[in-house]
């Protein structure tokens, strides 16, 4: 089963209407010897014929593709085929587009502001399973003010409580931040420590408010 995985080789399509940023996307897949790009299109009734035609692994799906609209497509898609990993790239925050990323369907949610490693972190928790969210994602920031300035937490732990606050368990926590299940305990006591009294609950809420005020 081992070999089988390491010999794997998935198969990824591309639909995204910037085809410049597309062409970007597949040269840092053209450096990895388990991935073949299969197809790019910018037209989104293009991509279903594509989809039949070459039964990608993934699918990297713009969220901004007239006449459609990326999230629709993202459900219609799982309806049809849940093996389908997707990946959604876009210019916009989940936010912004009325999105609340607890109800995400896809597989991953990457923006485009962010660099190369993003989206290899990403493409790497699709091959393990595992739903991935760009850290730069405005929901999943903790907000840099005097209360969470007080209590010194590291970059690591405001990652951890907003993966807390999307209900993820140390087991998932730990495979999306590529750390032991022993280490995100660890973590979670560190910040249970910090936070005292006030908990967990009551910064995530102090965090999703400020968010909804931005």
Known sequence: NLINKVMKKYKIGITDDHLL???????????????ELVFITGNADEMFILLQQHQ?????????????NGIK?????????????IMIVSMYQPIDIGLDIKN??????????SGKNILEDALESMKNGVQYFDPNIMQLTIVEDTFTSQLKLSKR??????????????KEIAAMLFLSELTIKTHRKNISEKLGSRGVADLISKTFQHTKNI
């Open 104 to 113: 995400f369907e896809g597989d991953a949610y990457v923006l485009k502001i």
């Open 73 to 85: 497509l993202l459900h219609q898609l799982k309806q049809e085929n849940k093996e389908l990993k």
């Open 157 to 170: 732990e405001k990652e951890i409580i907003s993966l807390i606050a999307l209900g993820k368990t140390s």
């Open 56 to 68: 990608p692994d993934f699918l990297l799906l713009d969220v901004n593709l007239p006449p459609h």
């Open 21 to 35: 940023f597309a062409e970007g996307i597949s040269n840092i897949i053209a450096t990895k010897p388990d991935m």
